[in-house]
């Protein structure tokens, strides 16, 4: 059944378009979501929801005019038209608009929807998590354990006469746990996620999950804490993409480009990495948990290199900033729901595979720090500098992963560093995660080959 069918969309946007702007477009999308979430050896909480609302949007003079409504009968949305076209001074109506081109994407194929599962079974997986990561080891205090789905139907219609539709079904399972050994305390995690169903749990079921956060813990209880100073450090494709999604990827998109808050602002077709490094951001990869067919402004999810053998080549647009650069849109216009306008977002964004053999790439190395898992960080998208966890490393000593380490930050520039990396491996691993910015979460992923950065400060103890 179409999402729209109560009210006309042109009319809608004919009235937004009555005093004149540039451009307006319809978002609306229907939701159902669920989540459970298990702590302190129970089902803490269990949340299902529905919700089906629209956003409409006029652009004039490079500025947006942005509302969003419940109410979806055709004279509450008319009303909201009128509303939103006072935002625009008085110029030029917009002639009839009609249809032009439709396109409708059914998306991935989902084997087990999580509609078809029942929610006492979605509770089971939660809680063989739970109990089996607190079996493993007596050492562990806490355990969280987090399941959500959600089935997310969109159309988008536009002034220029395109209307697209959309159903996304995505999943998210993860595990947190706290293992304490005397003074010393320890987390570990561990998620999974995608734009798929239930059957994601067939190559990573709950417990595999559980047990891979739970050892990272333990681990790290007998680590040693991290010699802090320079050396050179080898990012496992493990580590997911931390270093690109924040200390660059962040920097590439490009509103922030525009307003000069990027350290990559104007330097389109200049050297800004290494030549062994190329990055690209991809929303047509199948079942990534940043795929899409069209993002949330009806443009198709592309394929778009970033970075090509060290040379910045392209920001990443949505339609407002590809219309102040006079550039092609890269469908890279997302928002979390239809409360919010859409704005240049990340979706699945890597380091591209290089030749080196990662195996080669440790054994390099006569001395230094292997990291195996990023956590968190900080980075300044003005400048470049970023600080991040590291959530699971390694000494590397005459070129074997010797004893784990803990503690350890890694402090740096993203251009230097970008500049400095001398080895990309011939592997590729993903990371995912839900990308915040402008109080607006979106699913992404990200993935970067293994890679050999030759100096960099590592932060821990200074001897």
């Given amino acids: 059944m179409p999402l729209i069918k109560d009210f006309n969309p042109f009319k809608i946007l004919k009235m937004a378009l ?23 050896n129970k089902i803490e909480k269990v949340i299902s929801g529905r919700d089906r609302g629209l956003g409409l949007r006029v652009i004039f003079d490079f500025k947006t005019a942005y509302a969003y409504t419940n109410d979806l009968t ?60 607190r079996g493993l ?44 050994e005397g003074d010393v305390v320890q987390t570990g995690y561990e998620p999974i996620g995608g734009v798929m169903g239930l059957e994601i749990f067939e190559e990573s079921p709950p417990e595999k999950v559980a047990e891979t956060a739970s050892k990272r813990a333990i681990l790290m209880l007998r680590a040693k804490k991290a010699q802090g100073g320079k050396m050179p450090v080898v990012l496992s494709s493990e580590a997911g993409g931390t270093m690109i999604h924040e200390a660059v990827g ?20 200049e050297k800004i990495a290494s030549p062994l490094i190329t990055v690209i951001d991809d929303a047509t990869i199948p079942y990534k948990r940043g795929s899409f067919f069209f993002d949330d402004e009806g443009s198709p999810g592309q394929k778009t290199t970033l970075v090509e053998n060290g040379v910045l080549k392209n920001y990443m647009y949505d339609r407002l900033t590809a219309m102040k650069d006079d550039a092609l849109c890269t469908g890279n216009g997302r ?41 968190g960080g900080q980075v300044n998208t003005v400048n470049g500098d970023f600080v991040f966890e590291v959530t699971e490393g390694y000494l590397i ?20 560093v970008l500049n400095n990396i001398d080895m990309v491996g011939s592997d590729l691993g993903f990371g995912i995660g839900t990308c915040g910015k402008d109080a607006q979460g979106v699913p992404v992923s990200d993935a970067q080959p293994t890679l050999r950065i030759p100096e960099i400060v590592v932060g821990g103890e200074v001897k």
């Fill in 397 to 416: 000593e005459k070129g074997k992963i010797g004893e784990p380490v803990r503690g350890a930050t890694l402090t740096g520039n993203g251009p230097e």
């Fill in 335 to 375: 928002r979390e729901s239809y409360h919010h306008r859409p704005i240049p977002r990340m979706t699945n964004t890597m380091i591209v595979s290089g030749r080196a053999n990662p195996e080669e790439i440790i054994k390099s190395l006569e001395k230094g720090l292997f990291v195996k898992k990023m956590g």
């Fill in 74 to 133: 055709e004279k509450g949305l008319l009303k909201l038209a009128d509303t939103v076209s006072r935002a625009v001074k008085e110029g030029r109506a917009k002639e009839d608009i009609s249809l032009v081109k439709k396109d409708i994407a059914q998306g991935f194929f989902i084997k087990t929807p999580p509609s078809d599962v029942d929610l006492l079974k979605k509770a089971e997986l939660v809680k063989h998590a739970n109990s089996f990561a």
């Fill in 18 to 40: 009555k005093r004149g702007g540039d451009f307006a477009d319809i978002y609306m999308e229907e939701t159902v979501n669920t989540s459970i979430i298990c702590e302190e």
């Fill in 250 to 269: 962040h920097g590439l998109e490009a509103d922030l480009a525009q307003q000069g808050l990027s350290v990559y602002s104007g330097k389109i077709g």
């Fill in 137 to 180: 080891d007596k050492r562990i205090e806490q355990v969280k354990v987090v399941y959500g789905d959600g089935f997310r139907k969109t159309a988008v219609v536009n002034s220029f006469g395109q209307w697209v539709e959309e159903n996304r079904t995505g999943i998210l399972f993860l595990v947190q746990v706290v293992a304490r």
